[in-house]
């Protein structure tokens, strides 16, 4: 979740105001990156992912510990830190119950799983793992809240 606040504080690169301070919170970071809109030396500042560049370790990290603790859900391998998003996602999805799935998507987001499901849901692919009513009771949920 990024939320844009604008406030009166001195800009690290040339002292002015009107700020806009961006706090990034990050499965339980929290980043602050301050840029001043009228700031040239500011306009070359890193995007907000380059800043907080530890947040995506710290997203596989939360996954695996997710699914480690969840091993009835994904019983087929004993590598649960090998296991990419998308087999947790769908193993998730279709065993898991309500609490999983909303801790999943504290952990990567609504639209990321959203976007997940939807490519592996995509009709121009051959085999799609989900059972029938989880694909269609997704397909609703995603279209409404994500």
Request: charged share 25%; with cysteine.
């Amino acid at each position: 979740m990024i939320a844009m606040i604008a406030n009166l504080v001195p800009c690290r690169f040339c002292k002015g105001l009107f700020l806009f301070q961006i706090f990034a919170l990050f499965f339980g970071g929290n980043y602050t990156l301050t840029v001043n809109a009228n700031c040239k030396k500011s306009k070359n500042i890193p995007q907000i992912s380059k800043t907080c560049y530890n947040t995506n370790m710290k997203k596989k990290k939360d996954i695996h510990e997710f699914i480690k603790k969840r091993k009835h859900l994904i019983w087929w391998t004993k590598n649960w830190d090998g296991l990419d998003d998308e087999a947790i996602v769908e193993a998730v999805l279709n065993y898991g119950d309500w609490d999983d799935v909303q801790e999943l998507f504290d952990i990567l987001g609504i639209k990321r799983v959203a976007e997940i499901f939807r490519k592996q849901t995509a009709p121009e692919r051959m085999r799609c793992n989900y059972r029938s009513d989880i694909k269609h009771y997704f397909n609703l949920y995603f279209n409404k809240h994500a």
